[in-house]
Every structure is written in structure tokens, then in C-alpha cells.
T-cell receptor, first 109, second 114 residues
Framework: QQPVQSPQAVILREGEDAVINCSSSKALYSVHWYRQKHGEAPVFLMI???GGEQKGHDKISASFNEKKQQSSLYLTASQLSYSGTYFCGTEDSNYQLIWGAGTKLIIKP | NAGVTQTPKFQVLKTGQSMTLQCAQD?????MSWYRQDPGMGLRLIHY???????DQGEVPNGYNVSRSTTEDFPLRLLSAAPSQTSVYFC?????????????FGAGSRLTVL
């Protein structure tokens, strides 16, 4: 079942912070976060494993609450390059990755 | 190191025609998968494979066939194309097992069915 992402879209000024949430109705093995620019393939940001978390970039971090089956992506002091659509992917014990519908992030100067 | 290579990048078909989207990876990844991406709907899993000779259905498998005869290749076949299959298709691969297994995507194949 597809994880639910919120918000669907967010508009920020450069330098502002944002939080993107991802929740699942299934028990999770890991959560993956990717960013996609228009017309391009998704690009890896970070992966969070059951029992821990990993930080992919300095100003982009994430948390993983296994009990609540939720993950959040935090973007601090956003830059114009952060614009794009962010996807969370949830993985179950059968290695199957299912993706949320995405959160469109627009950064204005 | 080429990563994940998809061909063709663009394809136009008529309803009822068949075609194969090719996907190859040179990273010795056990897991390979096909997704379709439609506007506003994110990535939907079509089929996936955890090793040569093993395939399984994802969320939207109808109208598509796959096979995995080698570790490197995972072609996606459309036997009788329909306009509803107009989409952007991504192939992706990664390792399996314990640990952080990053999914590497191909550049995508844009398919239009008239």
C-alpha cells in the first residue's frame, strides 16, 4: 500500500525551512528519500534503516519512527537548488519498494 | 561504470503493437525493478526481481511481462500496447540484504501509445 506524503506541495523563500512527512500502514524495513527535477530521474538523498537513521547531506536530514511507521525529511536554510519533487519510498521485508505520490517543493529567491 | 542503462529513451506506438523496453546494469545488483510515472502519481512499481530466474508482480503489473535470465538484464515487454500505458518508465537496481541499499535509476523511457 502506497505511503502517504504530506504536504502535497510547499512554496518557500530561499533560506526558509521545510518538513516533509511520510507515513505507512505497513511495518517497514527501511525508508528511502529521493528528489526528482523535472524531466530527470530521481536522485538519492538518504536512506533510513530500521533501528537507526543516516544523514545524506549537511542541511538535509531525516528521522524514522518505526513504531509509528513514519519518516520526516527536514530541509534547513533551503537553497534554490532544493526545488523539485521529493519522494519517500518504503521498503518491506520482501525488498519491495513502494513510493509515495511526492511533495513538490518550490523555492523562490 | 555505466550504472543503469535504459533503451530506447523515446518511443511512439500504435494501439495493439508490442515492444520491449531494455534495461541493463553493470553493478552486479541482485534487485531490479520497473516503475511507471504518471503526472501527479509518483512512481508505481510494475514488476521486480531479486535475482536471475526470479520475478514478481508489483502494484500495477497488468499488460506487462518481464523475465530475468541474467543478473545484468531485466527487459519489460508490452504485448499489446494501450493508450493507458502512455507514461515515463524507469528501471532501477540495487543490492539486497542487510544494510543501506541505494536504488540506482536509469534515465527513463518516455512511451506514447496512440
Amino acid at each position: 500500500q502506497q505511503p502517504v506524503q504530506s504536504p502535497q506541495a510547499v512554496i518557500l523563500r530561499e533560506g526558509e525551512d521545510a518538513v516533509i512527512n511520510c507515513s505507512s500502514s505497513k511495518a517497514l524495513y527501511s525508508v528511502h528519500w529521493y528528489r526528482q527535477k523535472h524531466g530527470e530521474a530521481p536522485v538519492f538523498l538518504m536512506i533510513l534503516l530500521k533501528g537507526g537513521e543516516q544523514k545524506g547531506h549537511d542541511k538535509i536530514s531525516a528521522s524514522f519512527n518505526e513504531k509509528k511507521q513514519q519518516s520526516s525529511l527536514y530541509l534547513t536554510a533551503s537553497q534554490l537548488s532544493y526545488s523539485g519533487t521529493y519522494f519517500c519510498g518504503t521498503e518491506d521485508s520482501n525488498y519491495q519498494l513502494i513510493w509515495g505520490a511526492g511533495t513538490k517543493l518550490i523555492i523562490k529567491p | 561504470n555505466a550504472g543503469v542503462t535504459q533503451t530506447p529513451k523515446f518511443q511512439v506506438l500504435k494501439t495493439g503493437q508490442s515492444m520491449t523496453l531494455q534495461c541493463a546494469q553493470d553493478m552486479n545488483h541482485e534487485y531490479m525493478s520497473w516503475y511507471r510515472q504518471d503526472p501527479g502519481m509518483g512512481l508505481r512499481l510494475i514488476h521486480y526481481s531479486v535475482g536471475a530466474g526470479i520475478t514478481d508482480q508489483g502494484e500495477v503489473p497488468n499488460g506487462y511481462n518481464v523475465s530475468r535470465s541474467t543478473t545484468e538484464d531485466f527487459p519489460l515487454r508490452l504485448l499489446s500496447a494501450a493508450p493507458s500505458q502512455t507514461s515515463v518508465y524507469f528501471c532501477a537496481s540495487r543490492r539486497t540484504g542487510e544494510g543501506a541499499n541505494v536504488l540506482t535509476f536509469g534515465a527513463g523511457s518516455r512511451l506514447t501509445v496512440l
